[in-house]
């Protein structure tokens, strides 16, 4: 099956995304360019972390205007699995599949480092793989990772068990220290309503090697994966 | 005294081509026009010998340019000769964008450093943006994608609000350009001393990644091909960097040079990155080079002059950000994100094309000739017209006289038996010395980095060098940056050497064999006569290194001048070095891994503690003494040895010891790991002063963990390979004790304290407010 990863002029996890992908079984993954008006027959989209058109504006606000990105919205709209990581989460956001806004860091600095987080739900075609509250260890790389919403939105996202992940400590409490950010509810990751379109600031696709360190991203992409082969196979 | 070089044999130049008129408006040439141009009475009359007649204006500020230091290198060119450059896995050596090596299987990789100084001073996050901007374009016009970065940085100390304003400046302008590239930052150094107030350094240095046959020059071959401008359009920006980065800076420099400045967009360099490989594979191109220092002056003649072609282009073409811009301006702009590409004949369109996917522009300026003349036109009416080689190649060189200050070698030879004593308590000294910004760690700087983009990152900054994997294959490339200014202030060979022999090092406790060095020579004024001798020396030094240990200089820049009212910084020869592993899963990080281990040195303590950071943090910033000695044998028998531990996976971590001694290195490599601190029970027998066993600097000390029962086995492979080596004692319980016993003191401290010293000085140092210039929106 084919996922395919969008590339932004100004993507640049794109390529890590595409390796992360390659090395699941039975995936093929292809590359889409922005101009591209269609997505062609693909099971799931990733929209890759990066500063696509510099972050000008605002992060993720002029990609949004992409050709692909109707593309894209259709897909979501029909059902289709999509993943937002890091400046795709923004690019989600403000493309309206995903509510609320990433502002920049409490800190006002980048931050790049591993940070923890709690699963939060495994009712999602990305987390089957995981347990709830198992806490994985995963890098942020960002400036603007700092999850906003309307307090009725967080209550609705609370209240429908969309908050997929949260910044914890290494033995799952929420700490204001373990919150790297200053996200609201120390959120790091949400789905919307239909549950197919998931927005995360942490990059799994950096976690997937053991050369490179801890592998706990691997399930994510794992559950993905068995969630299209089940829903080819039924 | 200063002697002209004598290779200006040949420069009478082929008129055929009538001389330009001077463009009505342009200021007349006076000696005071010359010399606000920086060139000297004898250069101008060998630009009249070259030319026969007087320069227009426009080849004024060329020559003024070309001939600045920066990039004509007159001062240090006939020093720069003494480096060995050569070895069979040199594919590239100096005078190119970047220097190749080969790396194995068929690839290749481009490194390069370069500095951005002067500009970093006057705007730190411009300047040193702009430094990475610049490393990043060398490295991807050679046809190499870059896979990291590196940077080098000196400021002065953090106790003055401008320091910390220049030092957070310049971290956010290296972060935010490579990140936005999408480049892991994978190492660097930085270094704190009040010899920097006012000048800081910042040194970027770059690796790219190739198939070998992907390589392809700046040169502009093939008369009749089309030159074409890419990419940013050219404005006013930056115009006379290079020469204002061969000036000495003075009070006022700071708004009025803003101007010479040039500003980035990493955007467009990412795109730009994108469109050039995808340009040199095309075919449709014969050479490419970045309009870096002196722009699109430096770019056209340097192609010129190293194909041996002449080239022909007219400013009028060249896509501008403004009206109204001259001749002059529109060829000494430093505009970013540019470059000159020679297009084949005929290919012009599939050049545009590849550039319009990537949103950028390119257009056709000029041609390439076979006149041996760098001709500039403006709308076909002639403005400039040099012979290309004797621009490129004749700048006048220098050798001078260099003699060593009176007042360095007295405090070189200071008696520092007194500082030999602790100061207070033992374990008091050592914590304040942790906490130094010099030992400290730099997580502060590294984790406003990307250091994991383009997963391939296996060793992250914070440990002795940077340690990728090389996609597709089991090989690795380590990196790192190396130098002491003090100890090249005492002495600047021996620091050079300590520089050299300390790169080497970090390289091998990662496992990566050291395989060639790019330099970035950080120096004062060079015209007088104490700065010339520490260049002179630090060369030397610097060519004996890596002579001796096989790691030829393929390559780097200079930076001089580097002095503000009259006083210069420490002579500062940067090293950066790479590393090739066969099997980049062997990599052996710094921290401890597991209690029980057993801890070894490997190397001599000995009663050094000339130049040490100890001297500085305790003793009222005293820098004096012998640096330490380097015994670049001993060496050469340590990096095989330790090659040779990790060969055979028998490393658990390995430490080199630098600033702050072995005391700091044990600290270091206790609670650098993941896992949280592990504990430290370590005896010491050597009947030398406790401080200098435990803060003193000696070279050639690497600190070792194993597993207790492969002790024996290490122990005689060291034995085997001419190193002394010695057990130190155990790696503690977690959150354990940090004790360190000597004959005659001890230092004890629970290692949750160690840890918590060594991770929060530099955050606490910089939580105090930064004096920001009014106006500056970047801090």
Same mark, same amino acid.
């Given at each position: 099956?084919?996922?395919?990863v969008?590339t932004?002029?100004g993507?640049n996890?794109d390529?890590?995304?595409y390796r992360a992908l390659?090395l699941?079984?039975?995936?093929?993954p292809?590359f889409?360019w922005?101009?591209?008006?269609?997505?062609?027959?693909?099971?799931?989209?990733?929209?890759?972390?990066g500063?696509?058109?510099?972050?000008?504006l605002?992060a993720?606000?002029i990609?949004?205007?992409?050709?692909?990105?109707?593309?894209v919205v259709?897909?979501?709209?029909?059902?289709?699995?999509v993943v937002?990581i890091c400046?795709?989460?923004?690019?989600?956001c403000?493309?309206?599949?995903?509510?609320?806004a990433?502002v920049?860091?409490?800190?006002l600095?980048f931050q790049?480092h591993p940070?923890h987080?709690?699963v939060e739900?495994t009712?999602?075609?990305?987390?089957s793989e995981?347990?709830?509250g198992?806490?994985?260890?995963?890098?942020i790389?960002?400036?603007e990772g700092?999850?906003?919403?309307?307090?009725e939105?967080?209550?609705?996202?609370?209240?429908?068990d969309?908050i997929?992940?949260?910044?914890?400590?290494a033995?799952g409490?929420?700490?204001p220290?373990?919150?790297p950010?200053g996200s609201?509810h120390?959120?790091a990751g949400i789905?919307?309503e239909?549950?197919?379109?998931?927005?995360?600031?942490?990059h799994p696709e950096?976690?997937?090697?053991?050369l490179l360190?801890?592998?706990?991203?691997?399930?994510l992409f794992?559950?993905l994966?068995?969630?299209?082969t089940?829903?080819?196979?039924? | 005294?200063?002697t002209?070089?004598?290779q200006?044999?040949?420069l009478?130049a082929?008129r055929?081509?009538?001389?330009p008129d001077p463009?009505p408006?342009?200021?007349?040439i006076?000696?005071?026009?010359v010399?606000d141009?920086? #060139?000297?009475e004898?250069e101008?009359?060998r630009?009249?010998g070259i030319?026969?007649?007087t320069p227009t204006?426009?080849?004024?500020?060329v020559?003024s340019a070309?001939?600045s230091?920066?990039?004509?290198y007159?001062n240090s060119?006939? +020093?720069?000769q +003494?480096?060995?450059t050569?070895?069979p896995?040199?594919?590239q050596?100096p005078?190119e964008?970047?220097g190749?090596?080969?790396v194995?299987?068929?690839l290749?990789?481009a490194f390069?450093?370069e500095s951005?100084n002067?500009?970093?001073?006057?705007?730190?996050?411009?300047?040193a943006?702009?430094g990475v901007?610049g490393?990043?374009?060398d490295?991807?016009t050679?046809?190499?994608?870059?896979v990291a970065v #590196?940077?080098?940085?000196?400021?002065?100390d953090l106790? @003055?609000?401008r320091?910390?304003?220049l030092?957070s400046?310049?971290v956010?302008?290296?972060?935010?350009?490579g990140?936005c590239v999408?480049?892991p930052?994978?190492g660097?150094?930085v270094?704190?001393?009040?010899?920097?107030?006012g000048?800081?350094?910042?040194?970027?240095?770059?690796?790219?990644?190739m198939k070998e046959?992907?390589?392809?020059?700046g040169?502009?071959?093939?008369v009749?091909?089309?030159l074409?401008a890419?990419?940013?359009?050219?404005g006013? $920006?930056?115009?006379?960097g290079?020469?204002f980065?061969s000036?000495?800076?003075?009070e006022d420099?700071?708004?009025?040079?803003r101007p010479?400045?040039?500003?980035? $967009?990493p955007?467009?360099?990412?795109?730009?990155l994108?469109?050039?490989l995808?340009l040199?594979?095309?075919?449709?191109?014969v050479?490419?080079?970045?309009?870096?220092?002196?722009?699109?002056t430096?770019s056209?003649s340097e192609?010129?002059g190293r194909a041996?072609s002449g080239v022909?282009?007219?400013?009028a #073409?060249?896509?501008?950000?403004? #009206?109204?811009?001259?001749p002059?301006e529109?060829?000494?702009s430093?505009s970013?994100e540019?470059m000159?590409?020679v297009a084949?004949?005929?290919?012009?369109?599939h050049?545009r094309k590849?550039?319009?996917k990537w949103?950028?522009?390119a257009?056709?300026?000029?041609?390439?000739?076979?006149?041996?003349?760098?001709?500039i036109e403006?709308?076909?009416?002639v403005?400039?017209n040099?012979?290309?080689?004797?621009?490129?190649?004749?700048?006048?060189t220098y050798?001078r006289?260099?003699?060593?200050?009176?007042?360095v070698?007295?405090l070189?030879e200071?008696?520092?038996?007194?500082f +030999?004593?602790?100061k207070g308590?033992?374990t008091e $000294?050592f914590?304040e010395?942790?906490g130094s910004?010099?030992?400290?760690s730099r997580?502060?700087?590294?984790e406003?980095?990307?250091t994991t983009?383009?997963t391939s990152t296996?060793?992250?900054?914070?440990?002795?060098?940077?340690?990728?994997?090389i996609?597709g294959?089991?090989?690795?490339i380590?990196?790192t940056?190396?130098?002491n200014g003090?100890y090249?202030?005492?002495d600047p060979?021996e620091?050079?050497?300590?520089?050299?022999?300390e790169a080497a090092?970090?390289?091998?406790c990662?496992?990566?064999?050291?395989?060639?060095?790019?330099?970035n020579?950080?120096?004062?004024?060079?015209?007088?006569?104490?700065?010339?001798?520490?260049?002179?020396e630090?060369?030397l030094?610097?060519?004996?290194a890596?002579?001796?240990?096989?790691t030829?200089v393929?390559?780097g820049?200079?930076?001089?001048?580097?002095?503000?009212?009259g006083?210069?910084?420490?002579?500062?020869?940067v090293i950066?070095?790479?590393?090739v592993?066969d099997?980049? @899963?062997k *990599?052996v990080?710094?921290?401890?891994?597991?209690?029980?281990?057993?801890i070894?040195?490997l190397?001599?303590n000995?009663e050094e503690?000339?130049? @040490?950071e100890?001297?500085?943090?305790l003793?009222d910033?005293?820098?004096a003494?012998?640096?330490p000695?380097v015994?670049?044998l001993a060496?050469r028998?340590?990096?095989h040895?330790v090659?040779a531990?990790?060969?055979n996976?028998l490393l658990?971590?390995a430490?080199?010891c630098?600033?702050?001694?072995?005391?700091?290195a044990?600290?270091?490599s206790?609670?650098g790991g993941?896992g949280?601190?592990l504990g430290?029970?370590?005896?010491?027998?050597d009947?030398?002063?406790?401080?200098?066993?435990l803060f003193?600097?000696s070279?050639?000390?690497v600190v070792?963990?194993?597993d207790?029962a492969?002790e024996?086995?290490?122990?005689g492979?060291c034995?085997?390979?001419?190193v @002394?080596a010695?057990? +130190?004692?155990t790696?503690g319980?977690p959150?354990g004790?940090?004790?360190? $016993?000597?004959?005659s003191?001890?230092l004890? *401290?629970p290692v949750?304290?160690?840890?918590?010293?060594y991770y929060d000085?530099?955050?606490n140092?910089?939580?105090?407010?930064p004096d920001?210039?009014e106006?500056d929106?970047?801090?």
């Amino acid at each position: 099956m084919k996922i395919a990863v969008i590339t932004f002029p100004g993507s640049n996890c794109d390529h890590d995304c595409y390796r992360a992908l390659k090395l699941l079984d039975g995936v093929t993954p292809e590359f889409r360019w922005h101009r591209d008006t269609s997505l062609g027959d693909v099971a799931a989209v990733i929209l890759p972390g990066g500063f696509s058109y510099g972050d000008y504006l605002r992060a993720g606000a002029i990609a949004r205007f992409s050709p692909i990105m109707d593309a894209v919205v259709e897909f979501a709209e029909a059902g289709g699995p999509v993943v937002g990581i890091c400046n795709g989460f923004q690019v989600l956001c403000e493309a309206g599949l995903l509510p609320g806004a990433l502002v920049r860091n409490e800190s006002l600095r980048f931050q790049s480092h591993p940070v923890h987080i709690r699963v939060e739900t495994t009712r999602t075609p990305f987390t089957s793989e995981y347990e709830e509250g198992q806490v994985l260890r995963i890098p942020i790389a960002h400036g603007e990772g700092n999850y906003h919403a309307e307090p009725e939105v967080l209550a609705e996202l609370e209240g429908t068990d969309r908050i997929v992940f949260r910044y914890s400590t290494a033995d799952g409490k929420l700490t204001p220290e373990a919150n790297p950010n200053g996200s609201a509810h120390h959120i790091a990751g949400i789905v919307n309503e239909h549950r197919n379109v998931l927005g995360m600031m942490p990059h799994p696709e950096r976690a997937v090697e053991e050369l490179l360190g801890p592998t706990d991203g691997r399930g994510l992409f794992q559950s993905l994966r068995n969630h299209l082969t089940a829903g080819a196979t039924t | 005294m200063s002697t002209p070089s004598e290779q200006d044999g040949a420069l009478a130049a082929p008129r055929e081509t009538p001389p330009p008129d001077p463009r009505p408006g342009d200021p007349e040439i006076t000696a005071v026009v010359v010399a606000d141009h920086g #060139l000297s009475e004898e250069e101008y009359e060998r630009i009249l010998g070259i030319l026969g007649r007087t320069p227009t204006f426009t080849e004024l500020g060329v020559f003024s340019a070309m001939w600045s230091e920066h990039c004509g290198y007159k001062n240090s060119k006939r +020093l720069l000769q +003494l480096l060995p450059t050569k070895a069979p896995w040199v594919i590239q050596g100096p005078g190119e964008n970047a220097g190749v090596i080969d790396v194995g299987q068929g690839l290749a990789l481009a490194f390069k450093i370069e500095s951005h100084n002067p500009p970093s001073a006057v705007e730190p996050y411009q300047g040193a943006a702009t430094g990475v901007g610049g490393i990043l374009r060398d490295i991807f016009t050679m046809g190499a994608r870059p896979v990291a970065v #590196l940077d080098s940085l000196r400021f002065g100390d953090l106790t @003055s609000g401008r320091n910390r304003y220049l030092f957070s400046g310049v971290v956010k302008g290296v972060g935010d350009y490579g990140n936005c590239v999408g480049i892991p930052n994978i190492g660097g150094e930085v270094f704190f001393d009040r010899a920097y107030d006012g000048n800081p350094l910042v040194n970027a240095m770059a690796l790219g990644l190739m198939k070998e046959e992907d390589l392809i020059l700046g040169e502009a071959s093939g008369v009749g091909n089309t030159l074409m401008a890419v990419g940013a359009r050219t404005g006013r $920006d930056g115009i006379h960097g290079a020469t204002f980065a061969s000036e000495e800076l003075s009070e006022d420099s700071d708004e009025a040079s803003r101007p010479q400045v040039q500003v980035g $967009d990493p955007f467009t360099e990412k795109l730009l990155l994108e469109a050039s490989l995808e340009l040199i594979k095309s075919g449709h191109i014969v050479g490419i080079q970045d309009m870096g220092a002196a722009g699109l002056t430096s770019s056209a003649s340097e192609m010129a002059g190293r194909a041996g072609s002449g080239v022909v282009l007219d400013t009028a #073409l060249v896509p501008v950000r403004e #009206l109204g811009m001259t001749p002059y301006e529109i060829l000494l702009s430093e505009s970013q994100e540019r470059m000159l590409v020679v297009a084949k004949r005929g290919h012009e369109e599939h050049v545009r094309k590849i550039l319009e996917k990537w949103e950028l522009e390119a257009e056709p300026v000029g041609e390439v000739t076979d006149d041996g003349h760098f001709r500039i036109e403006e709308d076909g009416v002639v403005v400039a017209n040099i012979p290309a080689l004797p621009l490129t190649d004749g700048c006048p060189t220098y050798e001078r006289e260099g003699i060593e200050a009176d007042e360095v070698r007295e405090l070189r030879e200071r008696d520092l038996t007194e500082f +030999l004593s602790p100061k207070g308590d033992l374990t008091e $000294d050592f914590l304040e010395l942790l906490g130094s910004p010099n030992v400290a760690s730099r997580r502060w700087i590294y984790e406003q980095f990307d250091t994991t983009v383009r997963t391939s990152t296996v060793i992250r900054p914070g440990g002795d060098a940077g340690v990728i994997r090389i996609d597709g294959t089991d090989r690795g490339i380590a990196a790192t940056t190396d130098c002491n200014g003090r100890y090249c202030y005492l002495d600047p060979r021996e620091g050079a050497k300590a520089a050299v022999a300390e790169a080497a090092r970090n390289l091998v406790c990662t496992g990566a064999l050291p395989t060639a060095v790019t330099n970035n020579l950080n120096f004062g004024n060079p015209l007088k006569p104490h700065i010339y001798f520490q260049m002179r020396e630090a060369v030397l030094g610097m060519a004996e290194a890596c002579e001796l240990f096989e790691t030829p200089v393929t390559g780097g820049n200079v930076s001089l001048y580097n002095e503000t009212d009259g006083l210069a910084i420490y002579p500062t020869p940067v090293i950066g070095m790479v590393g090739v592993l066969d099997d980049v @899963s062997k *990599t052996v990080g710094h921290a401890f891994r597991a209690e029980g281990d057993c801890i070894l040195l490997l190397g001599e303590n000995r009663e050094e503690i000339g130049g @040490s950071e100890y001297l500085y943090r305790l003793h009222d910033g005293l820098v004096a003494g012998h640096p330490p000695v380097v015994d670049l044998l001993a060496e050469r028998r340590l990096q095989h040895a330790v090659l040779a531990l990790v060969q055979n996976r028998l490393l658990h971590s390995a430490h080199d010891c630098s600033e702050g001694g072995l005391a700091c290195a044990l600290a270091q490599s206790a609670v650098g790991g993941e896992g949280g601190p592990l504990g430290v029970e370590v005896s010491l027998h050597d009947r030398l002063a406790p401080v200098a066993v435990l803060f003193g600097e000696s070279t050639g000390r690497v600190v070792i963990t194993v597993d207790p029962a492969s002790e024996g086995e290490v122990l005689g492979m060291c034995r085997n390979h001419g190193v @002394s080596a010695r057990v +130190l004692g155990t790696v503690g319980a977690p959150h354990g004790e940090f004790r360190v $016993d000597t004959p005659s003191g001890h230092l004890r *401290t629970p290692v949750d304290d160690v840890f918590q010293r060594y991770y929060d000085a530099l955050p606490n140092l910089m939580d105090q407010d930064p004096d920001i210039p009014e106006g500056d929106i970047h801090a």
